[in-house]
Each structure stands twice: as C-alpha cells, then as structure tokens.
C-alpha cells in the first residue's frame, strides 16, 4: 500500500475475533455485495483494468510478447504438518463459488473485449484446483520460491477459472504450507485480501462473522501552504500530462530488468523475506518523529535498503542519483472505492497506481523518514489520483476501435483519420466530446497521428486492440524499479478449516523487476520482496538491506522519548 491519501487508501478486511471453528459447522456466505453479484453474470465484460489483466492469458499477441499474468500469490502457513485437503478443499468451496468470478472462465471476443463467463458451481472441480503436496520433511525456503516461480510461469487451462491452489504438508520447519494464488484480472489487493480472510472460521459464538471494510487512519499533512501549493500544482501536472505522456523511465539498475531481455522468457523469481518486526516496536519508532506513521516508516525502510542493495552490489545506478543523474521510483496500488461495503468487498479492479520516488539522498536514517514523509504529504494534497482516475473514466471508451486503431500506429494520413471520424459522429458532436476533454494541442497531435503512441494507449486502451497494448505492455511494466504495496491482516489468532494459522503472506508476482509487499499479522510485521531473475541485483541482499535498515533506524532512534518527539524540518521546495 501507498502512502495515505485523503479518501484514496488501500481499504483492508479485518475479520473480527475469528477463532476455530469445525468446517461443518462452517455457513455458506455471501461475500460480495448485491450490486457486485448482479455485475458478475454470463458474458460480463471487464472494465479496462480487469480486461488488460485478462489479455495477458487470452490475447495470443501478449503471450508472442512473453508477457506473464500479473499473479496474487496468498500463503497461509498453518500450524498443523498435516491438515486434511479434503476439509481444506470444502473450506474453499463452501466460500468461493458463491462469487461468480471464482468459478468463472475467460474469453477474448473478436474485438478484443474480454468476458468473464460463470460456470455452474458442479462443474468446478476442486481436486483440479486445490493439489495437494507432501514435503516429507525437507520442503523449505528454496521449494517455496520454486512454488512462486511454477505459478507465474505455468500457463492458465482456458477453461477453468483463473486461480489455483497447492497444499504441501510436512514442511521442513514442521508445519504447512496453503499457498493459493489469483490472476489479477479476478480482482484487486482490497477484494482479494477480503476473499482471502473470509476463509477464516467464524468466532466461537457461532455468528457468521461481519466484515467491515476498514481504513487506515488519515493523518493530516504537515507542510507548510506554499509547500501544499506547489504540491498540488505539481499533482495536476502528473495527473494529466504524466497520464496521457508517461514521464521517461528510471535509470537502468540492478533491480530493474534491462530493455534487452524484456523479450525473452521470464526464468523466473526469487524470493526473500524478512524477519516479523514487532508492530508495537514500529509504532514506538513513529511515535519518536513527530507526525509520522507506520507508512512512512516502512517506505524509509525500502529506500534505505535499495541503496543499502545498491552499494554492496556496486551497482553504478548509485552514483548516478547520488549525482542527481537518475532516480528511482515505486509504482504503489491506491484502493479508488467510496464509502464501505458492508456483508463483502467489491471484486474487480478499482485502483490508481500513484508513483513514489524513492528518497536515495538520504543523509542517514532519520532524514530517509522525514523525506519519505514529506513526499507522502505532497501525495495527500495532490489531485493527482482523482484526475488520472476522473481522465482514465473519460477518455476510455468514447472511441470506436477503428480511429484507435489508426491513431496508436501514428501512420495514418490525416484524410484516413478525418474519415474515420466524421464517419462515425457528426462534427459538432465530435468537437463538443473531443475538445472538451482535452488541451487542443494534445487532440490534434494525438489524432493525426504526431503524438507518441503512449499518449492513446495510456488514455484510451480500453478499446485499443490488444496487438497495440502487448507491444506496449513490455515497457509499462518496467518503466518504474518496483511496486510497493502495504496491506493489514488480522491482529488476532486465526484458524481455517479448524487449523490454526501461525503466519500469512501475501505477495504480486508480475512482469516489472522489484516487488515489496508489506503485510501486518497478529502484531508483527514483516517485509516481502520478489526479484525477477532477468535483474541482477540479488533478492536476500535486499532481504538482509531491509534488517539492516531497520536496525538502523531503531538504532538512531534509540535515545529519542516518544513524549518528546523530533520535529521535522522545513523540506519546503520554494
């Protein structure tokens, strides 16, 4: 998860108290909302997110690209060496089918627009779905990764639904391991992490336990007016010419993979985690920085690790930003849902992604915060969010496939165009709709073909063919380092199926270089990251850089009373 902005923060499900509970006595739920159910019936297209999403398993021109799925991988370590798959499977079935997207399959109609088709509940079969592995005691670190790699390189059957599971049992530490993993174009973090807790047992008293989408806290930025000012400026800019002209990529490093092999086939992930951080020890280092949170300390911790990573590596990307040559930054998911969905979450795709530059020249520890929380401020302030979501809603979809088509290859003459587009609408409805959405600078560079192709594909590949978006795609994933994403899980014990869970991960698997996921369980927290073998940076470099930085970070903050906290200084840009 982001940093926090006003209205636009990654809601999480919180189960309330779920304890133990036999799978027989289990009710089936209804998950999702009324609205949600009544969207997921036979033959209901994909909004534009979902859809593109949905083309990396269906359109024969993203897989000619190598282009992956972008994969949820869930994993629900339980207690017990040797649950019983069959109760696990029949957890599953009882919570899963009732939503149309988990038992529905995929398909690519003759314009490129994708379906999502419901099968009957019967027809799922969960001993395809759910496999079951023994790992007769030596099942470790290395298998785990190798499980992540397998599911992101491991092709989607077309006629089954786009998620999966394994249960290994006998792990080599003594427990078990439920790892389920979900294509993104089912839906996003927010809806899939209440899916995922929803498999929890209900509380002892025997009432289906609510579920209440909850959001974070919001703390109020603290910059000073001619800082919001220049900020909120800054957020027009980014959400309106940033979204139609993408801004030039990060410097090359060892963490994003090079433009080179971009085509070749993915040989897979590596994974590394770090050790569970005390929550209460996080939130003591915050209570230390006046005006800080928990979110600003995490993403102080990932830039200090990434050059932390970079210096042990030698990794010349370093001097470059150092020099001010370079920079690197974090694509993050921002949840884009109002209000709050009682009785389930709202599947589907319904978030922005905002980017975040890293702050690399820090001085030390304390200044790595108090920068992160001076961007995360500017972010809080900024309209950039609402315009890239309000200008993705207007633009995407108002034009027929035919001038898309002509206007994204950029080689069309202008009397093929003008065609085109008088002979679908009348001039005056043409002018009303087009320039009232748009400077006329960027329509005219943009219909006659002047404008660079990331120009439409950004805002109108709803309908863009799939041919043009998988050519861009190669490129879209990787413009920044890495994704960062933060997401809350339960504070309480938990069990599933009757076994009790003793850690949960949940982590994204896709086609860019870096992933950081970050998820709080039962009061610790821990750090995730998954590094794309085609990078040559090292995953446990990053994994050992992330405990340094916390220990340095601690380490400095060791001497400060939390009723006696620092005061950020003035990073004012004017």
């Given amino acids: 998860m982001p940093p926090e902005a006003p209205d636009c923060i990654d809601n999480m499900f919180v189960p309330e108290e779920p304890t133990r509970r036999p799978t027989s006595e289990q009710p089936q739920q209804q998950l999702l909302p009324r609205s949600d159910n009544q969207a997921s019936v036979v033959g209901q297209r994909a909004s534009g997110t979902s859809r593109l999403f949905a083309l990396c398993s269906t359109s024969e021109s993203f897989m000619e690209n190598k282009i992956r799925p972008s994969l949820i991988n869930a994993m629900i370590f339980l207690s017990d060496p040797k649950p019983d798959v069959d109760q696990i499977r029949q957890v599953l079935a009882d919570r899963l089918l009732c939503i149309p997207r988990f038992r529905s399959v995929v398909r690519m109609d003759d314009k490129s627009r994708v379906h999502f088709d419901p099968l009957a509940r019967d027809a799922v079969d969960f001993r ?28 989607w059957p077309s006629d089954r639904p786009l998620w999966r599971g394994t249960l290994v049992t006998n792990l080599a530490d003594g427990r078990s391991l439920m790892f389920i993993v979900i294509d993104h174009a089912i839906g996003d973090c927010v809806g899939l992490l209440a899916v995922l807790t929803s498999l929890f047992d209900d509380p002892a008293d025997g009432k289906t336990k609510t579920q209440n989408l909850q959001q974070r806290r919001k703390t109020a930025p603290s910059l000073r007016w001619s800082h919001q000012i ?30 080179e092999k971009l085509e070749f086939p993915c040989p897979g992930k590596a994974l590394a985690q770090t050790r569970r951080f005390p929550i209460d020890e996080v939130k003591s280092m915050k209570n230390k920085l006046s005006g800080a949170t928990v979110n600003d300390i995490v993403l102080a911790l990932t830039a200090m690790a990434v050059r932390k990573s970079f210096e042990k590596i030698g990794d010349e990307a370093l001097d470059l930003i150092l020099n001010g040559k370079g920079k690197v ?92 587009l008088h002979g679908h609408a009348p001039d005056t409805v043409l002018y009303a709709a087009l320039h009232g959405h748009a400077p006329d600078t960027v329509l005219y560079a943009a219909l006659h073909g002047h404008a660079p192709d990331t120009v439409l594909y950004a805002a109108l590949h709803g309908h863009a063919p799939d041919t043009v978006l998988s ?104």
């Fill in 230 to 259: 220049v900020s909120f400026v800054g957020g027009m800019y980014d959400g309106i010419i940033n979204t139609l002209v993408p801004p030039p990529c990060d410097i090359p490093s060892s963490i994003r993979i090079p433009r």
């Fill in 329 to 420: 930054r974090a694509d993050f998911p921002v949840n884009m849902r109002t209000g709050t969905a009682k009785g389930g979450a709202e599947l589907g795709n319904d978030s922005v992604l905002g980017t975040f530059r890293f702050p690399i020249k820090h001085s030390d520890p304390i200044d790595a915060v108090w920068q992160c929380k001076s961007r995360v401020d500017e972010i809080k302030v900024s309209p950039s969010l609402r315009l890239k979501k309000v200008l993705y809603a207007a633009l995407h979809g108002h034009a027929p496939d035919t001038v898309l088509y002509a206007a994204l290859h950029g080689h069309a003459p202008d009397t093929v165009l003008y065609a085109a």
């Fill in 128 to 155: 395809e779905h759910i496999k079951l592995v023994d790992g007769r005691g030596k099942y470790g670190e290395e298998d785990i990764e190798a499980l992540v790699t397998d599911s992101f390189l491991t092709d």
């Fill in 471 to 574: 050519t861009k795609m190669l490129d879209g994933m990787n413009q920044c380092s890495c994704i960062v994403s933060n997401v809350i899980g339960p504070s309480q014990e938990a069990a599933v199926g009757g076994y009790d869970i003793s850690d949960l991960s949940f982590t994204n698997a896709y086609g860019g270089g870096l992933y950081f996921g970050v998820l709080t369980f039962k009061d610790k927290l821990r750090i995730s990251a998954i590094l794309d073998k085609r990078c040559s940076g090292d995953v446990k470099v990053i994994r050992d850089s992330l405990e340094e930085a916390y220990e340095d970070l601690r380490d400095a903050l060791k001497d400060v009373d939390e009723d006696c906290p620092l005061r950020q200084p003035d990073m004012t840009p004017l």
